[in-house]
């Protein structure tokens, strides 16, 4: 087998979500650090485009989104349509029929919710299980099936394109039992690309060091009141980034996706319900808790149990304690020591699938 030199990534990258552009950005990046020439394939679709604006200005459906607030959504989609437009990327692809496109020697699938049958817009998409793919070889990265649960067992006709993968990883371990029953193997757990391939380090404003960023929405009454109640403790502000919370003392709703980094290493600590917020704490060393919602449960559980962090997952029954240890203490040791494992792990992962 010869080492691949065109590789196309192919992801959610056109989500107006700061972990999906990130998390394809980062892959693409890592891939071309080794050498490869690396783009992510641009699929277009005017029915996923509508879906993704109608998300961006109204993210809190069904509730509704004050004027104010869509003005300032509308100019955050801005910055992440301009932010698309500077990511290496593929002549545009039809995501419904991708056509004959030149092929890659490999096609790169993930990280993100590629396989997820639930998703809003892309779930039950072809393409994502390689169906016109233009490929003469495929592999998954840091695949997810997101919150389809592992008792959604994959129909025949779903786990026959999963057997034209000649390698497979996902990054949490509902996708690898989904994938063990569909396959009868279990796949490689890797990590996400953000934190197998992190982006260079950001210089911070020191704005938000005297800051707990809250980072999600839909964050459940016992989750505010612990963070609050920390935060006073502490003498800490909550600053509210990309979306509306009205529990916080400021919002920024209209930031970019190249903003997301510098934000998350100046904060003092991150509250979040988001799979990226955790990650970004994570790669950043920054005190954070998280609340496992019902959508991103099975993501966020797994990846602080990969790491070692399961004492940063919040429930109803957390005490206030938990909650100021959460804020005000850095990440143990033995966090940095385990994600530096598993990317080696990943990167001998990598080292097999790219030939």
Known sequence: MTVPRTVGGLTFHRCINYGSYWQARCLVAGLRRRGLDAVILDHRSARVNRAEWRCALSPHLPAPTRPGDRAAYARKARRFLAAFERLPLSPPVCLEQPGDAE??????????EVWNLRHPWYGGAPLFYGVGAPARRLAAYAASFGNQPASDRLDPGRAGLLRRFEAISVRDDNSRALVRAALGRAPDLVLDPCLQFPPQAPASTGEFWDSVLIYGHGFPDWFQAGVRTAAQAAGLRLVSFGYRNDWADEQRLDAGPEDF????????????????????ALLHGRPFVAAASDYRANKVRSLLRLVGAEDRLADPRTPPASYHAALGTPLAPAVGARIAALRARSDAWLDHALG
């Open 261 to 280: 980094p510098a934000t998350i290493a100046g904060a003092a600590a991150v509250a979040t319900t988001f799979f990226h917020g955790c990650v970004f």
């Open 103 to 112: 092929p890659y020697d490999l096609v790169l699938v993930g990280s993100d």
